[in-house]
């Protein structure tokens, strides 16, 4: 994990100063909320539907034993007892009072952790695979390139203040865990034809009011120019991009307008024009960064006791088998704990599971866990001996669910509980549908299927790149909600395609049973929900949903 260097420290501790004088000037009335709104944009926080709420920032997800105990004492301290796992792979309190936030800042601050450009129109968290250094097939771990990012984007001068928030996400992967083609950059490490590494650029992807897909802007880029060529994407971009209008503020627009052509040939000429040694990271700091992302000392490990415990544990059994992920060095893997139980909130964890996880990961996982943009957590450095005592120490608090990657694993947003934006309820309806396919054999029959529910437009539930994508409107006071199918997030992108006219609230899981129905009617032997529906296509399934 990256550790804060003198700097870090210093330019984290100096901002939380600058917050916490905002915040007194604040509360007594020499800053209108009107001033006041860019300042507390700027460091996280966001006035919601009934509350302030926080959003921490958890670098590429990559959190250490310490952190997550900080996370939970927070929770505890200044708000109701959890928090909220997001798909940018960060935390976010829905409950903190205006007079805490700047001590909650020094608590993050002290185990080096803050929440500068969680908000605002700026360059967001930089996300990752959340089995960065683990996966076998990787080229190189993506989160040294995503330390690099940070470094660089963090209170840029020039890219404080864009038309829009700015999204970028790297993979080292040629299968993509982190939706690299729907963000405004999306960045895979690959090797070229004489066996360098650099890096594959996508711009223009995005979802929200106007879902993309991303675009390929350089098939191939050197690994030295990874940040003079953003530098010189995110000119063109501030250069054209419209301050007029919001909803049409977004790289993914401009993109379309120029094409991916014309964007393309404005930015290699601002490439060509700068200076690239001056805005280039320095070798020796990238190698300082990389050392501290250096593969775990892991020797391989036999297995020992795990075929006993899966013959005697069952459920045991179907949690290794569905939540785990092959490790590179023999006998370990990373485990996902779901935070999908039946009829939980997706993504929310209470502070005495996230003590439980930071135990775990402290004991059995080299102090090490990634939030993932499917808004689970990731053990990544798990011998297959030990991995009966984390399934017991998960079983203790109730996030031992077998269902990663299956229809009880829902993605959803805060929704209309929480959300100041939001026109209908998100978490309800995952609620509500996880509870109907409670049965884990039902859901392992099932097989694949990823269900993504947003609240409103802004789609932060990810419901255009759902295998199942749930939308909900208000329409004339009533909540409405639009399905889209085949939906997929992964190297094979695909926007959702709509079935029909809307649901109300109490139909929705009823519809989702429909289209399970259907496709469990349609499929051929070992497809999976998306096979099947791009083989079949949509008619099948929207005769099932409306022929009557």
């Not at 329409?475 to 190297?491: C, H, M, N, P, R």
Request: proline content about 5%; some cysteine.
């Amino acid at each position: 994990m990256y550790r804060y260097d003198e700097f870090d420290h210093r330019f984290v501790r100096e901002r939380v100063g600058q917050f916490r004088d905002q915040v007194d000037r604040r509360l007594k009335g020499e800053l209108t909320e009107e001033e006041f709104k860019p300042l507390r944009l700027m460091n996280g926080l966001y006035l919601q539907l009934h509350a302030y709420m926080l959003r921490v920032a958890i670098p590429y997800g990559t959190l250490s034993g310490r952190q997550m105990r900080m996370l939970a004492h927070i929770a505890e301290t200044y708000d109701r007892g959890y928090g909220h796992f997001t798909t940018r792979q960060n935390i976010q309190y829905n409950w903190p009072k205006l007079k805490d936030v700047a001590d909650i800042l020094d608590d993050l601050a002290s185990v080096e952790m803050h929440a500068i450009q969680t908000s605002g129109n700026c360059i967001r968290n930089t996300t990752s695979d959340p089995y960065a250094g683990v996966a076998p097939e990787e080229i190189e771990d993506p989160r040294i390139t995503a330390e690099v990012i940070r470094q660089w984007s963090s209170l840029h001068p020039e890219f404080t203040f864009l038309g829009r928030k700015f999204k970028i996400a790297v993979t080292g992967s040629e299968h993509d865990r982190a939706a690299i083609k729907v963000h405004d950059i999306g960045i895979q490490i690959r090797r070229n034809a004489a066996g360098e590494t650099g890096y594959r650029i996508l711009a223009g992807g995005g979802q929200g009011r106007t879902p993309m897909i991303g675009q390929e802007l350089r098939a191939f880029l050197p690994k030295a120019d990874l940040l003079p060529y953003l530098e010189a994407a995110l000119r063109i971009y501030n250069l054209h991009g419209r301050r007029d209008n919001k909803f049409k503020a977004r790289i993914k627009i401009l993109v379309h307008e120029l094409g991916i052509e014309e964007y393309g040939r404005q930015v290699e000429e601002e490439f060509a024009r700068l200076d690239r040694a001056a805005i280039a990271a320095p070798s020796a700091e990238v190698a300082r960064i990389a050392a501290y992302f250096a593969p775990p000392d892991l020797a391989p490990r036999d297995p020992g006791s795990l075929a006993r415990a899966k013959a005697a544990h069952p459920g045991f059994a179907a949690w290794v088998e569905q939540n785990t992920y092959p490790h590179r060095v023999p006998g370990h893997v990373a485990a996902t704990v779901s935070l999908k139980p039946v009829g939980g909130a997706p993504g929310d964890a209470t502070a005495d599971q996230m003590r439980a996880i930071a135990d775990l990961a402290e004991r059995y996982s080299r102090d090490e866990m990634r939030v993932t943009h499917e808004q689970n957590i990731v053990l990544p450095h798990v011998a297959e001996a030990d991995l009966f005592a984390v399934y017991r120490g998960l079983q203790g608090v109730g996030i031992d669910a077998p269902n990663l990657g299956l229809i009880t694993d829902i993605i959803a947003c805060p929704g209309l509980d929480y959300c100041g934006l939001a026109t209908a309820r998100s978490i309800p309806v995952a609620q509500a549908i996880s509870t109907r396919f409670a049965d884990p054999a039902r859901q392992r029959e099932i097989g694949p299927l990823a269900i993504k529910i947003s609240g409103c437009i802004n789609a932060c539930g990810h419901h255009h790149v759902g295998n199942i994508g749930i939308l909900g409107l208000d329409k004339a006071g009533v909540e409405s909600y639009q399905i889209t199918l085949g939906g997929d997030a992964t190297e094979t992108a695909a926007l959702g395609e709509r079935t029909g006219r809307g649901f109300g609230f109490e139909e929705v899981p009823e519809v989702v049973e429909k289209i399970v129905d259907t496709y469990l009617a349609a499929r051929e032997p070992r497809e999976t929900f998306l096979q099947t529906y791009r083989r079949v296509g949509m008619e099948p399934f929207k005769e099932a949903l409306y022929a009557a």
